[in-house]
């Protein structure tokens, strides 16, 4: 019973009576090792269904032989093999902003293309944002305008680079509980100003009286008889006016 191509003999599918000669049967012994080297070594002409088993070197040979637009051998093993996988779906729609903004995805693992007009640039400009890229460095900028010449349509500008590199760790928030109550103090409302009260008055009794004392001529400087003297009375009270 036959399990697979690469097990394939001569004598599974030579007719009964031919094997009974000795010599056929012998002959067919002697190739059925070469036959089946030759069957295993088929499954090197299958390029792109194997792109994934295929060594590094046939790989770099396979990325010259389809003109990969943008191929770097300082990138890791599995981007080259993704670029070299579709580098015929790219070149028949090279130039377009799916193109470049695949080819990006590839290298950098994430990308954005924004064009002119959705961020009111200049006609026939773009921009690209790199989501997830490994780091920023001049490198990192050397390697995306090298990308983007190489797909990208002559009459389009590149207008800047952006990359996004994601944080993690832990996030500390603390809060403080705050009591807070207001009183409105407002003026007073006065609803009638109707003064019913009484009305009080006070006055001040003066008394007054005056003496006058008038200097008798004397004859002599001797003082013989008495002296009179006056003094003027003087009467206050005081009464306090209570106003409404």
């Known amino acids: 019973m036959i399990k697979n191509?690469?097990?394939?003999?001569?004598?599974?599918?030579?007719?009964a009576n031919i094997?009974?000669?000795?010599?056929?049967?012998?002959?067919?012994?002697?190739?059925?090792?070469e036959i089946q080297e030759v069957?295993?070594?088929?499954?090197?002409?299958?390029?792109?269904?194997?792109?994934?088993?295929?060594?590094?070197?046939?790989v770099?040979?396979?990325?010259?032989?389809?003109?990969?637009?943008?191929?770097?051998?300082?990138?890791?093993?599995?981007?080259?093999?993704a670029l070299v996988k579709n580098s015929i779906r790219w070149h028949m729609?090279?130039?377009?902003?799916?193109?470049?903004?695949?080819?990006v995805q590839t290298v950098f693992e994430g990308g954005r293309v924004t064009e002119w007009f959705e961020y009111n640039g200049e006609p026939y400009h773009f921009k690209i944002d790199l989501l997830e890229a490994p780091g920023i460095s001049q490198e990192n900028i050397d390697t995306v305008?090298?990308?983007?010449?190489?797909?990208?349509n002559t009459r389009s500008w590149l207008d800047s680079v952006g990359f996004f590199r994601k944080i993690t760790g832990p996030v500390y928030m603390g809060g403080a509980p705050m009591i807070h109550k207001s009183y409105s103090v407002g003026p007073a409302q006065i609803h009638d100003t109707t003064n019913a009260g009484g009305y009080y008055m006070g006055a001040i009794p003066h008394t007054h009286k005056s003496y006058r004392v008038e200097?008798?001529?004397?004859?002599?400087?001797?003082?013989?008889?008495?002296?009179?003297?006056?003094?003027?009375?003087?009467?206050?009270?005081?009464y306090k006016i209570q106003g409404g």
């Open 60 to 81: 770099d040979l396979l990325a010259w032989q389809w003109h990969v637009d943008f191929y770097d051998q300082n990138l890791s093993l599995e981007k080259r093999r």
């Open 19 to 33: 094997l009974e000669d000795e010599r056929v049967s012998a002959a067919a012994q002697a190739l059925d090792k």
């Open 5 to 15: 191509v690469e097990s394939l003999s001569l004598l599974d599918i030579l007719p």
């Open 215 to 238: 200097q008798v001529p004397a004859s002599n400087q001797s003082i013989r008889g008495p002296v009179y003297t006056g003094a003027g009375l003087y009467i206050h009270k005081d």
């Open 93 to 103: 729609k090279k130039g377009t902003k799916a193109a470049v903004e695949e080819m």
């Open 39 to 58: 069957t295993k070594a088929t499954i090197e002409v299958l390029h792109i269904s194997r792109i994934d088993e295929l060594p590094e070197a046939v």
């Open 145 to 152: 305008v090298r990308l983007v010449k190489a797909v990208k």
